[in-house]
């Protein structure tokens, strides 16, 4: 009985170690920054969203930090410290449009949400660029995607620092992101 | 916005405009309008003579941020908490941004 009981434990503590090892990557902190960070260029920019035979281009998949719940947090703290919120709120809008919503007039994918945020928009977006280094950049886009729930539960933030003023990330149910029309105003000449 | 023929005109956040006897309080007559109506009527006379009364349906600045910007009402803060303070209004009325005359009878 001892030595199954002996056995069991093994086991067990088999188990453990190999979840702590395995099951923490959500966790991860990268120290480095992203290959092309601190380097002040646009990792994944381009200059139109043109692409042959028209229509929507193909996905070019997730952003550097959407795995990554460490990187989202830190996207939620700084979406704060750059005055994100200054127009946006907590993402129901005021100035700014909102960000909780299914409309996105400039596109969903991390890099539209990375140029948009880089590059400014008309009618009141300014441009962040050599603002705000690449890498934290790129975890601001992660947090402005977990707020429409585009992100998996277990990465977008749970909680706030401060009051709750919206439903946590995680439980914001899943906007399927629209094309709202671009306003004329906005419109180049 | 009263009148000398003892007509007064006023509209609604929901975006009614009437007409009421500024003596018994009667409503003589309403129309309803494609916004809510915050701005004041205003009476003149045609260059044909008549007279008429024009108003401005829609609603905005802070109170009205949340139909016009189309916000999003989960968020309590958002539009300095105008949005959760006038939570309702989307059920109310739409967007807006007409001028609506009306010729008097």
């Known amino acids: ?189 | 916005m009263a009148t000398a023929g003892d007509v007064v005109f006023y509209g609604t956040m929901e975006g009614w405009f009437k007409a009421l006897d500024a003596k018994s309080g009667k409503l003589l007559w309403q129309f309803k309008t494609g916004s809510g109506i915050i701005g004041q009527p205003v009476v003149y006379r045609g260059p044909d003579g008549k007279e008429y009364v024009a108003v401005l349906s829609g609603v905005g600045g802070w109170a009205g941020a949340v139909v016009a910007g189309g916000l999003d009402i989960r968020d309590s803060s958002a539009a300095l908490g105008f949005v959760n303070a006038m939570k309702d209004l989307p059920q109310a009325t739409t967007k807006g941004g007409m001028l609506y005359a009306f010729a008097l009878p």
């Open chain 1, 1 to 189: 009985m001892p030595s199954r009981f002996r056995e069991r434990r093994g086991l067990f503590s088999a188990l453990l170690l190999a979840l702590s090892l395995f099951a923490c990557k959500r966790e991860e902190r990268n120290f480095q920054g992203l290959p092309s960070g601190g380097t002040g260029t646009h990792p994944r920019v381009r200059e139109v969203a043109l692409v042959a035979g028209g229509g929507a281009s193909a996905d070019s998949g997730p952003g550097p930090y959407e795995e990554n719940a460490y990187a989202v947090s830190q996207g939620k703290t700084l979406y704060n410290q750059y005055n994100c919120s200054g127009c946006h709120f907590q993402g129901g809008g005021g100035i700014g449009p909102p960000l909780m919503d299914a409309d996105w007039i400039y596109g969903s994918r991390p890099e539209n949400i990375y140029e948009t945020i880089a590059e400014g928009r008309p009618n009141g977006m300014p441009s962040f660029d050599g603002k705000i280094v690449p890498d934290q950049l790129w975890q601001i886009v992660a947090y402005v995607r977990s707020m429409s729930g585009l992100l998996r539960k277990d990465v977008a933030p749970g909680r706030n620092d401060d009051m709750q003023v919206r439903p946590q990330e995680q439980s914001t149910k899943k906007a399927k992101p629209m094309q709202s029309a671009i306003p004329k105003s906005a419109e180049l000449p």
